[in-house]
């Protein structure tokens, strides 16, 4: 009787609303349309920063929207998701791979999420900031030696933030000269295939060779981190870490599907192999 009663509540309220917004148009829809002008022009100026800056959002928005997925789970920061990803992965033994670790909080809250012993953190940082940018940026402070944490802070970090510190290796260098096919080979020859890889990088041109270096390593059921995919150049797709992400996509065997969200920016895909998959996942 309860939701009968608040059924009917709504109904007439809906009435008496529809009524009073007809007669508050009434007026208006008879107006010829030189005083509709007017009036609009007095309401809302020709042109404001402020609204500007609103509706550029709102295209922002839109275009972040056209890229949402059904049913995709978010979450709003990435210390929610990892949680949700150990979850199901079950705790098991993992290769973690983080390229771009700055402070270390993201790779030192692993160590604490994914307890097993014989799990293995690896750390790729130039642990000089970023590189000279070869390409267009749109953000100011991505310049050379920008986000510089050492390596010795880093640790710092990682030992405050987690647990089982000694699982832990950092591998020193950009990634245009770190990332050699030797080192590929020790990781492949160890056969220590990635669970888990964390893209954080910022620069197309630092990307590149992460995903290069990656491909081998990785197995059916492998998850990919991507932080920030859209950062920068307003969210172009094609710039940036997700230019290099959709031209991997073109070249590699493996195939993804798209998994955990975090907010706008952040995002997680599953590794898969399917000669029917579609390329050019974002």
């Known amino acids: 009787m309860e939701g009968s009663s608040k059924r009917r509540s709504d109904t007439g309220w809906q009435a008496v609303s529809k009524k009073l917004f007809g007669l508050f148009l009434r007026p208006v829809r008879n107006m010829d349309n030189a005083k509709k002008r007017k009036m609009t022009g007095l309401l809302w100026p020709k042109y404001s920063v402020a609204i500007d800056s609103i509706n550029r959002n709102a295209e922002m928005i839109a275009t972040f929207q056209r890229f949402e997925a059904d049913g995709v789970e978010a979450f709003a920061n990435k210390f929610e998701l990892y949680p949700a990803i150990n979850k199901k992965l079950g705790d098991v033994s993992i290769s973690y791979l983080e390229f771009g670790v700055w402070q270390g909080v993201t790779l030192g809250t692993w160590t604490g999420i994914n307890t097993n ?9 130039s ?3 970023l590189p000279e940018p070869t390409s267009d940026t749109s953000v100011e402070i991505w310049k050379r030696g920008a986000l510089t944490t050492s390596e010795q802070t880093f640790m710092d970090h990682v030992k405050t933030h987690g647990i089982y510190v000694e699982r832990v290796k ?3 260098g950009f990634y245009s000269e770190s990332l050699t096919s030797a080192l590929r080979r ?15 990088c910022d ?7 992460v995903f290069e270096f990656i491909d081998p390593l990785l197995q059916e059921g492998a998850v990919i981190y991507v932080d920030d995919l859209f950062a920068g150049h307003k969210g172009h797709p094609r710039k940036g870490v997700a230019r290099a992400f959709l031209e991997w996509q073109k070249s590699s065997r493996w195939k993804v599907v798209r998994h955990l969200d975090v907010g706008w920016w ?5 590794v898969y192999l399917d000669k029917a998959g579609v390329d050019g996942t974002l």
């Open 186 to 200: 020790q990781y492949v020859d160890a056969a220590r295939k990635i669970a888990l890889v964390n893209i954080d």
């Open 127 to 129: 642990f000089e900031g």
């Open 266 to 270: 952040g995002r997680s895909y599953i």
């Open 170 to 172: 950092t591998i020193k």
């Open 203 to 209: 620069l197309y041109e630092s990307a590149v060779p």
């Open 117 to 125: 012993k014989s799990s293995r953190f690896y750390g790729f940082d």
